[in-house]
């Protein structure tokens, strides 16, 4: 296995750093994408860096990898692609969880995309499965060279390293999103119930009817029902 030298070590661990920092930061998904790209491009020196995440397709039973994110101006890269799982060289990282490396992706005929590479310069390329656990695939992290290049093993356990740190600021990222949308969902629950009690209570309606009654005034108002039972709420404590 080859050493790195003192300057690309020193790189390796800022950039290792800023994405554990994103790990526990309150940055949104796309801030923390652009990030990982960023510092993916700067530590291994490569021309384009890519990352492609995994979502649900239009068909509930079939998901594809999206492009997310790129730290490339091109707008002929800078695109909305997506791949169906095992399509192309990213679809194939995705699904076998494999890293691979193509040496030329003009000829591989794996990689899609060959009209791009043509103008973009684009020669080598190596794409590395981004994981939970080690099992779940995320997503996949690529990295483009405009000249022939073999990506030893130094280079591979860096894109790695962070491919497995980016995973974890984007599981953590997503988390975050999902609690913030439970504790929302949570709070207007609790508005509406107060709401209800006050409503039964003037009304002498049954608690059924005291919620239907709260949602015509939000239809009849074009007011979400939060808003409606705030305002309630706020009648009964003047």
Known sequence: M????????DAYIKGLMDISRAITSELFLEDILKLIVLVTAKVTGVDICSL??????????KKVIRLAATQAMDPD?????????????????????????????????????????R????VSMASVPMTI????????????????????????????TVANQASLAIHNARLMVRTKVIEQE?????VIERAKEIVMARKGLTGDK???????KSMDNRKTMKEIAEAIILSEDM
């Open 2 to 9: 080859e050493k790195a030298a003192p300057k690309e070590y």
């Open 52 to 61: 492609w995440l995994v979502e649900e397709g239009k068909n509930p039973n």
């Open 77 to 117: 890269y800078v695109i909305d692609r997506t791949l169906c799982m095992g399509e192309g060289v990213v679809g194939h990282v995705a699904q076998s969880n494999t890293a691979l490396i193509v040496k030329n992706v003009l000829e591989d005929p794996r990689f899609k995309e060959k009209d791009m590479a």
């Open 119 to 122: 103008k973009l310069e684009l």
């Open 133 to 160: 656990g080690g099992e779940e695939v995320i997503g996949v992290l690529n990295c483009f060279t405009c000249n022939t290049h073999d990506f030893p093993e130094t280079e591979i356990n860096l894109i790695r």
């Open 186 to 190: 949570l709070a207007t629950r609790k």
């Open 210 to 216: 005291a919620f239907r009654w709260i949602q015509k």
